[in-house]
């Protein structure tokens, strides 16, 4: 049976914050929509407001993909891939190239640009001009939803982002078997390949170097063709790296940004720069919590402050990692759309090109690449590498834990619960099912001679695999997840039930002790699954009766 994951009980103050959150996320989306339609939004002025509204529901929607797929991308490594090539080609085909010696780190460095890139695109479609005004409202509201950019990360955030990885965290060859995602993929791959991102790789050898740590690869040491490559690369990323920062801290002390009106440029400056460590603390933090999370408690080291953050991390069973990830989403997301108006320039015809350059060039840096190269890796990847170098030392920051501290409040408004509310919707729409309906649970894998690797992900330094338990949960009742997502108890019995005479029959047909010994592990599973269906019928009918399958159903059973 399908497990719903939910850490809470229904009570009027969870509706509560699933109405409120749904309203947030409607009243945000008519909003912005409304600010493109009249015009208010860079794109909508520059080229069209329908050009507008196309481009920001075509990102919001990449987005998805791009956020969703990491999760199937970091997820699925330790699976034998031979147990889903028939049932999920596309998700065989893209593993067998993402998974393949270091592909998986060259993916997540695109893709990491990818995210902020259309993070930056969402906001010149979407983000308000100066003194704009929008269906009569007063000025206190514009200021908060839009001006602020609540509404555009309250629409993006949930839409395009924790509602992906919710489903694809626990969908995860579903998710991606499409062809969206091969593009997607390939589009990643391609921007690793470009070099542009290189600058990273020669952070990470810096952190390892300094941490006394050596960088472990799933490859073999390069010939001398592929170092020169490789280190072109690397200086080929240093020199765009200083021409994104000069560029843009030109046109910032220049007045040539997207800054707000009345904001003083060395203000604009201080913002930057202070947004880009926020931005890489919390992308450290995440990378630094998983790196803990897999160490025994003895091995967490005596650093007091370390130790109240991994306390605070772990306890309510574990909850507060899924907790910190929703709120961390929230933050981030955020900074990125306010980095991006602090550093997308902003230059007309005749307003004195940056450096004198060109109208063409110009107009390449209005496009907001270079403040996403710059995010990137500066307030990004880097933190990154540097965060997995040191968990531990990265985790005795006291500002680390007042980051999850806030992250968990605002986690614990309910904002983002209509996350789950349309992951839930998603996964009905598109048919996704659990991946352990496709390839057994990993005990089921272990009995029939194909065991997960638990050194797969051993080398990775970036990504995770967020949500393990998804974001809101416990903003539903566990009632309503299970009638709206698996039907009633009688139903999912029936399913139940299904799956054991199938087996059974199975089991009679096999070949040989192995094949017999899989099918009948997998039996035991199963018959615990409807135990327990049954227990949680009893329980919410007042019944104490014991959940054990009996008369003519123990007949079957057996």
């Keep these: 049976m399908s497990e719903v994951h939910a850490h809470g009980t229904s009570t009027p103050l969870d509706w509560i914050r699933i109405a409120i959150s749904l309203f947030l996320l409607g009243f945000s989306i008519v909003i912005v929509m409304a600010l493109i339609a009249t015009g208010n939004t860079k794109i909508a002025s520059d080229v069209h407001p329908a050009a507008a509204a196309v481009i920001l529901w075509v990102c919001i929607i990449w987005m998805s993909m791009v956020e969703g797929g990491q999760c199937s991308m970091v997820g699925l490594p330790p699976i034998d891939r031979s147990l889903y090539k028939e049932s999920h080609p596309k998700t065989w085909q893209i593993c067998e190239w993402g998974h393949k010696g270091d592909n998986l780190d060259r993916y997540l460095m695109g893709r990491q640009f990818m995210v902020i890139f259309i993070n930056f695109t969402i906001s010149l479609a979407g983000a308000p001009l100066a003194g704009a005004e929008v269906l009569g409202l007063p000025q206190w509201i514009i200021s908060i939803f839009l001006e602020s950019g609540i509404a555009m990360v309250l629409t993006n955030v949930i839409i395009g982002q924790l509602t992906s990885q919710v489903n694809a965290s626990h969908c995860m060859l579903d998710y991606i078997n499409n062809n969206f995602m091969v593009f997607t993929y390939w589009v990643a ?26 960088v472990e690869s799933n490859e073999p040491p390069r010939d001398g063709i592929q170092k020169l490559w490789f280190w072109g690369r690397v200086v080929w990323s240093l020199g765009i790296l200083g ?40 992308e450290g933090m995440q990378i630094a919590f998983f790196a803990v999370s897999k160490l025994p408690k003895s091995e967490r080291g005596e650093a007091p402050m370390a130790l109240r953050t991994c306390e605070c991390l772990f306890k309510n069973g574990g909850r507060n990692l899924p907790g910190f990830m929703c709120g961390r989403q929230m933050t981030v997301t955020l900074c990125f759309f306010i980095i991006a108006r602090v550093t997308t320039i902003q230059v007309g015809e005749g307003e004195g090109n940056v450096f004198g350059v060109n109208d063409t060039l110009q107009n390449f840096f209005n496009t907001g690449f270079l403040g996403a190269i710059i995010t990137t890796i500066l307030g990004s990847i880097s933190w990154q590498l540097v965060a997995s170098a040191f968990p531990l030392a990265f985790l005795s920051n006291p500002i680390v834990y007042i980051f999850l501290q806030l992250a968990l409040a605002l986690e614990a408004t309910g904002i983002c619960a ?26 089921e894998r272990a009995a029939g001679k194909h065991a997960d690797d638990p050194d797969a992900l051993d080398n990775l ?15 539903l009742p566990r009632s309503f997840l299970q009638k709206f997502e698996e039907g009633s108890y009688s139903e999912q019995r029936e399913r139940i039930l299904k799956k054991i005479l199938y087996l059974r029959e199975k089991e009679s047909q096999a070949m040989n002790g192995e094949e017999r010994a899989f099918f009948k592990h997998a039996l035991k599973y ?3 699954g409807l135990k327990a269906l049954n227990d949680e019928e009893n329980e919410e009918i007042g019944d104490t009766t014991d959940g054990t399958p009996s008369g003519d159903l123990e007949e079957v059973l057996d």
């Design 418 to 443: 209509a996350a789950w509310f349309l992951a839930l919707i998603q996964k009905k729409i598109m048919g996704f099912q659990y991946d352990e309906v496709y390839v057994g649970t990993p005990e």
């Design 243 to 282: 021409f994104a920062l000069a560029v843009t801290l030109e046109a910032l002390f220049k007045g040539q940004t997207a800054l707000w009106e009345g904001v003083p440029e060395v203000v604009g400056l201080i913002l930057f720069f202070v947004l880009m460590c926020v931005v890489g603390l919390l």
């Design 526 to 528: 199963e018959i615990q």
């Design 461 to 475: 330094d970036m990504g995770t695999n967020v949500l393990q338990q998804p974001v809101g949960a416990h903003e």
């Design 189 to 214: 791959a391609l921007i690793e390949v470009t070099g542009v991102m290189h600058t990273s790789y020669l952070i990470r050898y810096m952190a390892y170097w300094a941490a006394g740590k050596p």
